[in-house]
């Protein structure tokens, strides 16, 4: 795992404006598409939205389009921004976005379709429909697979997944093989992680009971059933028409995503939809087209850690949700249900930095008239934006500024966020904003051991091993557990860590 992903884990930046005006995002464009506004809904809400969004464009970075349902109808429907920066292609009703763990509930759907068949039960065990399964595997079930209580290692997960492991070509079977010598993080059964491996291997399950390809099941069982002639699945390189291109963003400036392989994937991600072609399926759901209400009330009663056969089961405003998030390479979607208010909120991305989740929870907030604070621009998005129209020492300036004018919050009284915008320009890559950003950062807080490793993964990408060596090790004398910099130790010692 990249430095970037795991301080996107591990902080979480107080909004924070000092009162600074809201920044229009360079290239956002306009919405897109007109609102939807059936009869009998106000027209005050279908404003809500659409500002809420404007608002999300300004200062969050969203691009892309979302859909508000109330009876299996739309409410609200918009696209905003654009699916391709480079030709100026607007975002529209019809643009593709990758779902990525959004696939993962179709993938639960599909076992409890073959388990009302008689083909499967979801309390046998998983090997004996897997072909060499190691040892370890042997007491695993499916509901441990559907629910991520069966304790294999999540593939994406893995130190190096960032770094090389993610941009490989993958057979079937590929990215679960990178975990199956891997012990179990705990016994099958006694604990909660998220694992992409159990949900490929769930993929793999259903072809062998099906005797079929997985994309041909899901076309043949779902897709062609409801129509949904706008989604597909698609684990090669294949090129998808009107898909939406991926972008992450720094400071208010959009930017490639990092390439990411999609071959191997098998059930824990693939499908690429519109919000359109979401909403007939979520329909589908709601009103059990597809399975029977014993089967969809089994896929989410006794859920563990809000999880349940593919999906997390929260409550949002009071209200039970049921839904799954899912974000790739440049994407964030959230995909919520309100099966007891009967509402559906869609939310497809093209924007690693907007939230889904957050969003589609902002939505319904609305429709249920629990007030929304409009989202605003983040002290860090400041400081990148000085950065990039002015220099490192402009936006260093900027931090400055904004710690004598609120000394006491939180962002200040820590290195996280001056380390996040050093790691957000090292990919980029600007090697010597980086180097001093992290400088910076060691200056302010002479404790921060991921400044260090900063500085060792910029010596470590200009040649200088025995420099990188060194900051890692500093590193490891302020934070002796610092996994970060005991994995890169022994990477760049050639393994073995001496």
């Not at 306009?30 to 809420?52: E, K, N, V």
């Not at 997960?157 to 090389?164: A, I």
């Not at 963003?249 to 995503?257: D, K, M, P, R, W």
């Amino acid at each position: 795992m990249t430095m970037t992903k795991l301080l996107a884990a591990t902080f979480a930046i107080s909004a924070f404006t000092l009162g600074q005006p809201a920044l229009a995002a360079p290239g956002a464009g306009p919405a897109h598409s007109a609102a939807t506004q059936p009869s009998g809904r106000s027209a005050d809400q279908s404003a809500a939205f659409d500002a809420y969004m404007q608002a999300a464009v300004r200062n969050a970075a969203f691009s892309g389009t979302v859909l508000v349902a109330r009876d299996g109808a739309p409410i609200f429907r918009k696209s905003y921004g654009l699916a391709n920066r480079a030709f100026d292609v607007p975002n529209a009703d019809d643009t593709l976005y990758q779902l990525a763990s959004v696939t993962k509930p179709f993938t639960a759907l599909l076992i409890m379709m073959l388990q009302e068949e008689g083909k499967l039960k979801v309390d046998d065990l998983a090997c004996d429909y897997l072909a060499d399964c190691p040892l370890a595997w042997r007491s695993i079930t499916i509901r441990q697979l559907l629910t991520h209580t069966s304790g294999i290692p999540n593939y994406s997960s893995l130190p190096d997944w960032d770094e090389t492991l993610d941009s490989r070509t993958y057979g079937t079977g590929g990215l679960v093989a990178l975990v199956r010598d891997l012990p179990l993080e705990f016994a099958p059964g006694e604990g909660y992680r998220y694992s992409n491996a159990g949900y490929n291997l769930l993929g793999a399950i259903i072809e062998r009971v099906s005797g079929k390809p997985l994309p041909d099941v899901l076309q043949d069982r779902i897709l062609t059933p409801l129509g949904m002639d706008h989604t597909v699945f698609n684990a090669s390189r294949l090129v998808i028409p009107h898909l939406a291109t991926g972008y992450y963003s720094l400071g208010s400036t959009f930017i490639e995503a990092t390439p990411q392989s999609m071959t191997g994937v098998y059930g824990e991600a693939g499908l690429s939809s519109t919000v359109g072609d979401l909403l007939i399926w979520a329909r589908a759901v709601d009103t059990h087209t597809l399975i029977s209400r014993a089967s969809t009330e089994q896929m989410i009663d006794q859920a563990r850690n809000n999880y349940g056969f593919g999906w997390e089961i929260r409550t949002w405003h009071g209200r039970r949700m049921i839904g799954h998030a899912g974000s790739g390479p440049g994407f964030s979607n959230m995909v919520a249900r309100f099966p007891d208010d009967d509402l559906t909120v869609v939310v497809l991305s093209n924007s690693d930095e907007a939230s889904g989740g957050g969003t589609a929870r902002a939505l319904a907030g609305i429709y249920f008239g629990d007030p929304q604070a409009l989202p605003e621009v983040q002290p860090k998005t400041l400081i990148l934006d000085a950065i990039l129209s002015g220099g490192v020492d402009a936006g260093l300036r900027r931090y400055q500024e904004m710690k004598v004018a609120e000394p006491s919050a939180e962002i200040f009284t820590t290195d996280e966020m001056i380390v996040e915008i050093g790691y957000e320009l090292l990919g980029l890559p600007s090697m010597e904003a980086a180097r001093r950003v992290f400088q910076f950062a060691l200056e302010q807080f002479p404790q921060s051991a991921y400044s260090h490793d900063g500085l060792a993964d910029i010596s470590a990408a200009e040649g200088d091993k025995a420099a990188a060596i060194l900051h890692f090790e500093t590193s490891l004398q302020i934070d002796p557990e610092n996994q970060y910099a005991i994995d890169g130790v022994r990477r760049l010692r050639g393994g073995d860590g001496r």
